[in-house]
C-alpha cells in the first residue's frame, strides 16, 4: 500500500516537472539563437567598435536583446496553454511583466509623479521576477478563466470570460504574482550564488555526479527555467551561465566509463553497441549509451556518476561558463564563454578520465555483462 503511495507521489511529481519542460522547451531554439548571437557580438563590441555604426549588427544585437526582453509574454502563452487555459490571455497579461515605459501606469501624472500601487506601496516595477511570474501567471489565468466561464451565462461566454479574465488576473498579477515571482528569484540567485561560491568544489562533484540519475529520470527537464534565468543578461548573473557545464561533465564521466567498458570487455556485442554510441556521447547525446549500456550494467553508471565528478570540480575550479543552452558535449565548445574553450576541453578531460579509471578497476563486472549480452564471442 505504501508503495503504491509513493509510486503515486512520484508520478505526480514527474507529471508537474513534465509541465514545466512542455512550456520550456519549444522556447529553446530561439533562446539558443539568442545566447549564441549575444555572445558573438559581445565578443565583437570588445575586439573592435568599427559595427557600432552598421545596421545589419545593431539588427543582430537587437533579435538577441528582443528574445530575453520579451519572453515573459512566450512563457505566459506557453504555461497558460498547457494549463488548460486559451494561451493568448496568457500572452497579455505576461507582457504585464515586460517592462515599457510607454506603460499608461508607468506615466507621470501632473505634479504627483509616477502612482503608487497598493499593497505593494511602490510604482510599477518587473524587476528580477518577470520570468517565474509568467509562469506562476499562466497557471492562475488557466484556472481564473476555467471558473468564471462556469458562472458566466453561455450566451455571453465569449465576450466576458475573457474581459473577466484578463480584468481579474491583471490585478492579482501586478500586485500579487509579480512581487512573489521577484522573491522567488531572488531566494534562487542567493541560493545558488551560495552553492557556486561558498561550496565550490564540493558542489562542483555532487552536481556533476547526480546530473546523470536526473537525466535517466526525465527530471533535468525541469531545470531548463534556471538555466534561462542564469543566461539572461539584463539578470543577476549578466546572462553567464555557470552550472551548465558542471552539468555537461556528467556525459563525460559517462564516455569514460564507455571506453572503459570498451578497452576491457571480450564481449563482441557489447563492443559493437559500445562503438555506436560513444561517439554518440562525445557530441553531448549519451542517451543510447546510458539506458543502451551503463545503466543496465548498473556498475559502469555508479562509476560514471562519480568520475564525472571530478570534470565538475574542474569546471568550478575554472570558473567555466556559458553564454546560451541546448548543446552539450563537446559541441558545448560553441556556447561557454569565448575564449575559455581549451578550459572547457580540460575539464572534459578530467571527467572521461574520471569515468574511465573508476569503471576500468570498479565498474567491469563480465558476469552482468554475460547475463546482459549473452556469450563473449557472439
Not at 499593497?119 to 511570474?133: D, E, P, T
Not at 564507455?258 to 571480450?266: D, F, P, Q, W
Request: aromatic share 12%.
Amino acid at each position: 500500500m505504501k508503495n503504491k503511495k509513493n509510486s503515486k507521489n512520484n508520478g505526480k511529481f514527474q507529471l508537474f516537472f513534465q509541465k514545466i519542460a512542455n512550456i520550456f522547451v519549444p522556447l529553446l531554439p530561439a533562446i539558443i539563437a539568442a545566447g549564441l548571437l549575444q555572445g558573438v557580438t559581445n565578443t565583437i563590441d570588445i575586439v573592435s567598435s568599427n559595427f557600432q555604426t552598421i545596421w545589419w549588427y545593431q539588427l543582430l544585437k537587437m533579435i538577441s536583446w528582443i528574445s530575453f526582453t520579451y519572453l515573459p509574454i512566450f512563457v505566459g502563452i506557453n504555461a497558460t496553454k498547457e494549463f488548460g487555459g486559451t494561451a493568448i490571455l496568457g500572452g497579455i497579461i505576461g507582457a504585464l511583466f515586460v517592462q515599457n515605459e510607454n506603460m499608461p501606469i508607468l506615466k507621470n501624472i501632473g505634479n504627483i509623479g509616477k502612482m503608487i500601487l497598493p499593497i505593494v506601496n511602490k510604482n510599477f516595477y518587473v524587476g528580477a521576477g518577470g520570468l517565474f511570474s509568467a509562469l506562476l501567471v499562466g497557471f492562475f489565468v488557466a484556472f481564473v478563466e476555467k471558473n468564471v466561464r462556469k458562472i458566466v451565462p453561455d450566451i455571453l461566454s465569449k465576450i466576458l470570460t475573457p474581459v473577466f479574465t484578463l480584468i481579474i488576473c491583471g490585478i492579482i498579477a501586478i500586485l500579487v504574482i509579480l512581487p512573489l515571482g521577484e522573491i522567488i528569484t531572488k531566494i534562487l540567485f542567493l541560493f545558488l550564488n551560495f552553492i557556486y561560491n561558498k561550496t565550490g568544489i564540493i558542489s562542483g562533484f555532487v552536481i556533476s555526479a547526480c546530473f546523470l540519475p536526473l537525466v535517466s529520470m526525465g527530471l533535468h527537464q525541469a531545470l531548463i527555467l534556471i538555466h534561462i534565468l542564469l543566461n539572461d543578461p539584463l539578470g543577476a548573473t549578466k546572462g553567464i551561465n555557470y552550472f551548465l557545464p558542471i552539468m555537461i561533465t556528467a556525459g563525460g564521466g559517462q564516455v569514460g566509463a564507455g571506453v572503459a567498458l570498451y578497452v576491457k570487455t571480450k564481449n563482441k556485442k557489447l563492443r559493437k553497441i559500445l562503438k555506436d554510441t560513444i561517439p554518440a556521447g562525445i557530441l553531448g547525446m549519451g542517451e543510447p549509451l546510458m539506458y543502451g549500456v551503463t545503466l543496465p550494467l548498473k556498475k559502469p553508471f555508479v562509476t560514471a556518476c562519480l568520475g564525472s565528478g571530478f570534470g565538475g570540480i574542474a569546471a568550478v575550479m575554472l570558473h567555466l561558463g556559458t553564454i546560451t543552452q541546448g548543446v552539450s558535449g563537446l559541441l558545448a565548445l560553441l556556447i561557454v564563454i569565448p575564449g575559455s574553450q581549451l578550459l572547457f576541453l580540460l575539464a572534459m578531460f578530467f571527467s572521461y578520465l574520471g569515468g574511465f579509471v573508476l569503471t576500468y578497476f570498479w565498474g567491469v563486472d563480465e558476469g552482468k555483462i554475460f547475463e546482459m549480452y549473452g556469450e563473449v564471442g557472439k
